[in-house]
């Protein structure tokens, strides 16, 4: 077969996509399966993501074509991922990984009352109804799963907060700089952010070390199969699909970590029937505002 056929350029859009949102659902496994506290499990990822991204040509001459300004922007985005990562991990540790995955489920909640604010712009009815549709989901999980496990849940619904936050403000940024470029500089930012504060790491519970052997497989995989190669996939996949299939498919990551958390972590005997009706409600919620505004795009398009 000719190596042509098989380029992922020829590859069924909608697969590369549920494909790349699948490889995000693992990142939740992984956090579990990687004995690592959140500090030191965020520092080495995003260390092992800016490496690759620095030992390739076409990545540092596009972060060296971009102006001043915008790779100061960029660098306090990356900022807001790294506290994004590191609530969303410390969740996973708190509590467990499909926990930390219905809290990601509240980022497009949170998004649909954050972007207007941002950026000045009225609310949308619809938006506002998938954010107060979304609250008897939250209230379920809440009650659905163990008392031990409820700082987790909270600090995932801040990492949720946050991911909102830097997806708004990368949706612009995206639109001035070269997207892997623009990956470098967050994750440098991210880096830079938790070496200089390795000193004062004990004092937030946390202290630096290597991985181990183990620790060290899990976080290659974390950050090249989950993190590398899904988003450059994703930037081919999103040339032919359309925002909203893309949008559609994203918001399936965390049925699949919820998904995959039981069957591989066997999570399900931690949590109630509540916690997964809260699940549902929420991601019902945004399904539906998706699916609403797709048909609203699609009848005046």
Not at 39 to 65: S, Y
Not at 150 to 169: H, M, N
Not at 182 to 208: C, D, K, Q, R, S
Request: with cysteine.
């Amino acid at each position: 077969m000719p190596i042509a056929r098989c380029s992922p350029s020829r590859w069924d859009p909608r697969l590369q996509i549920h494909l790349c949102v699948l490889l995000w659902g693992f990142t939740a496994i992984l956090g579990k399966l990687i004995s690592l506290g959140a500090l030191p499990l965020v520092f080495w990822r995003m260390a092992i993501v800016a490496g690759c991204l620095a030992l390739w040509p076409p990545v540092r001459r596009g972060v060296a074509g971009v102006p001043a300004r915008q790779i100061a922007a960029a660098f306090g985005v990356g900022l807001l991922v790294t506290v994004h990562w590191l609530c969303f991990y410390g969740a996973i540790k708190l509590a467990n990984a499909s926990v930390a995955a219905t809290c990601m489920g509240l980022a497009p909640v949170f998004l649909s009352i954050i972007e207007p604010l941002l950026f000045g712009r009225p609310f949308a009815p619809r938006e506002l109804w998938l954010a107060l549709a979304a609250i008897p989901g939250i209230a379920l999980v809440v009650g659905g799963i163990p008392a031990a496990m409820q700082s987790g849940f909270w600090l995932g619904a801040l990492a949720a907060l946050l991911a909102s936050v830097f997806a708004a403000l990368n949706k612009r940024l995206s639109t001035e700089i070269p997207a892997l470029a623009l990956t470098a500089v967050e994750m440098g930012a991210g880096v830079v952010l938790l070496g200089a504060l390795v000193p004062v790491w004990p004092l937030l519970g946390a202290h630096f070390e290597l991985p181990g052997p183990a620790d060290a497989g899990w976080l290659l995989v974390l950050a090249l199969a989950c993190t590398l190669f899904p988003f450059a996939l994703s930037l081919v996949a999103l040339r032919r699909l359309s925002v909203f299939s893309a949008q559609l498919a994203v918001n399936l990551e965390p049925v699949y970590a919820v998904v995959l958390a039981a069957l591989l972590l066997g999570e399900s005997r931690e949590l109630g029937l509540a916690f997964y009706l809260g699940v549902a409600i929420i991601l019902g919620s945004v399904f539906g505002g998706t699916l609403r505004q797709g048909t609203a795009k699609g009848r005046h398009g």
